[in-house]
């Protein structure tokens, strides 16, 4: 083994190359000493003693010097699902299992708010539709998980058919019975969760007061859909928070000080609002009340209003029914969307049909732009997703259908991170235009998201967000 001295003086020569990358040839200088560290995996308990459908869990995740939070936290619990009637079974209320039960999750450094994402399991359907492929993101949301489906023919899939979205069969060929499960949902958080990527957050740097996170259950009638016959949850096991915190020595977190003196941490921010037009209107226009100094993207969905209280229907996906039954059938013939963004209309063409939406989603996640390559199955005409399983019958899982519109091809007019678009003095509104309504409107609730370049900065001990 190598000697602390040696390995000192390597991590200090290291160092001293600042920002030089390696050679054109290819040739890179001695490697450096890997430096003394541990691995914490933490599980944080629950404070508070309810832990039913809308109410609130607080955790905490411990700060202390040279420690750093790896940003893959999960939420675990078991919840027991019972039907008043008896008998039956239920699925999981999305395209990401468990994670329907999440309605919000805030992140707290003392008093300072540093995240705070509202409608949590609309938007993580959302991102998981033009992200990943079912029964991917089902899977990665729970050790048991299930997500609306509906049969359909490969035929009628290709052709954009529409259809009804009912809960189906999970990729194991069941439902789930009632009793309990026990659960396993990756958070997604820009601070803790999946949004940061693979960065670490410096704990050391806010070591003052630990980091409260705040997580509100979803409804019984949004987190978990019945089938058959109306069921409720409960959460019968206590809920932890496990996390990763990785504790490095002395010497090395004397080098990290040296090197980055001042930590910033940069990640990613949604905000919400929402809205409600009017029922079979032809247009609509969406305010977007959102005021940040680099927005990255807007996320818009147009959701079920009654569907929100009914525990037999979906509510986390952005159609929950097809085109005969809803007011909004898609971006058929004659149907355009477009952006307002102070004096400016973004795109200059408005969108129109569904590939051209599927594209605009894609484009917000730096996804692939060519439809045959995308690794969510979508077909870009119906937002259905073909899934061939086991028995070799194509189920169509129905998608969110979201109007989204990439920020970051504007320019950089940021002082913070220059990479989305300054909205603190501008107005900004969706407008979508429907050439065809059906007859029988449906009231819709839309739900908006503002992904924005969040910095966290570090004083005395405690984080800040700055956006």
Known sequence: MMSGERQAVMAEQVLALGNQGISKDLLGGDRPAAIQSRRIRHMAPSENGTYNPN?????????????????????????????????????????????????????????????????????????????????????????????????????????????????????????????????????????????????????????????????????????IQGVGAACEWTVTTQPYLRCTIVEVSDRAMELINTATPSPVFNTVGYSTSTSSPTAGSTRDTINLPFSYTSVKHFLSGYYITANETDQLTGSQSAR???????????????????????????PSQPLSGGAQLAVAAQECFSLTTHLSQAANHLEPQSWNRGDALADGVLKAHAGTRAYCLDCETMGPSSQFIESGINTTNAACSLTVSWANPTAAATQMTVYSWAGYDLRVDFANGVAFARY
């Open 55 to 223: 109410t609130v869990m607080r955790f905490e995740i411990p700060t202390a010097p040279n420690t750093f939070l790896v940003t893959d936290t999960t939420l675990d619990m078991g919840i027991t699902v019972a039907s008043a009637a008896g008998g039956g079974t239920f699925c999981f209320d999305g395209a990401i299992g468990a994670g329907s039960l999440i309605e919000r999750i805030r992140v707290f450094s003392g008093s300072q708010l540093l995240t705070d994402t509202l409608h949590y399991a609309k938007l993580a359907n959302l991102v998981a539709d033009v992200s990943q492929a079912y029964p991917t993101s089902a899977s990665a949301g729970a050790t048991c998980y299930q997500a609306p489906q509906t049969v359909a023919t490969a035929v009628a899939v290709a052709a954009g058919a529409a259809i009804t979205s009912v809960p189906y069969q999970d990729p194991l060929g069941e439902y789930s019975a009632l009793g309990e499960v026990n659960v396993s949902i990756p958070l997604l958080d820009g601070v803790i969760g999946s949004l940061a990527g693979s960065k670490a957050f410096p704990l050391h740097a806010c070591s003052a007061a630990p980091l409260r996170v705040e997580i509100t259950l979803a409804t019984n009638a949004a987190g």
């Open 320 to 346: 929950s029914t097809g085109g005969a039954t809803v007011a909004f059938p898609g971006m058929g013939t004659g149907d355009e969307c477009f952006w307002t963004i102070g004096a400016s209309r973004v």
